[in-house]
């Protein structure tokens, strides 16, 4: 494990980090893209109709901004236990370096989920992405709720998401068109 421990959020984490931590503060990966191309039947849908979640993907030349997270040690073992169990559905621990504007980087644990797993959905159109989310309803609330507030997350951060942004407004089209219904 890393000393001294750093999380890394892309997605859920950069609104809603469920662990102790000493210290949070934004930061960015390079050659990494945030895409709804896992598929959430444990958390924000069910089997049969899973929700999609965020991964990384490989994009040369791009930078993914999240939340970093520094643990103390003492907590580092039940923080990397929790998020173990949480990310459960396909995801697996990757390292990775996370840049900050005013501070030399670190390296940290992040979990991404790639094709090899059973759970993965893969690339669509945002239509089809957005119908998906809207649909989709798991323990952890609404699929739609989950894209929203990382949209909305992002925007607090000054920074617009091109993929998140877009199945976050075709989600909220579709929200209006129920509503006027």
């Not at 444990?42 to 791009?62: C, I, K, N, Q, W």
């Not at 759970?119 to 894209?147: D, M």
Request: hydrophobic fraction near 40%.
């Amino acid at each position: 494990m890393t000393a001294p421990l750093w999380i890394f959020g892309y997605g859920s984490l950069i609104w809603r980090a469920d662990f102790p931590f000493i210290e949070r503060r934004a930061g960015h990966i390079n050659h990494w893209a945030r895409r709804f191309w896992q598929g959430s039947a444990d958390h924000r849908g069910v089997p049969g109709a899973p929700g999609r979640v965020l991964t990384l993907v490989e994009s040369p030349g791009s930078q993914c901004l999240g939340m970093a997270y520094h643990v103390a040690s003492d907590e580092a073992e039940a923080v990397m236990a929790n998020l173990d169990y949480r990310e459960k559905g396909g995801y697996d621990r990757l390292e990775i370096q996370v840049h900050f504007e005013d501070q030399p980087p670190v390296l940290a644990i992040t979990y991404h989920a790639t094709a090899s797993n059973e759970h993965y959905l893969g690339e669509a159109s945002t239509g089809v992405i957005a119908s998906q989310v809207f649909s989709a309803v798991g323990p952890s609330g609404s699929n739609s709720e989950y894209v929203l507030e990382i949209d909305r997350a992002l925007r607090h951060l000054n920074h617009e998401d091109h993929h998140v942004a877009s199945i976050a407004a075709e989600v909220r089209r579709l929200q209006a068109a129920v509503a006027k219904k």
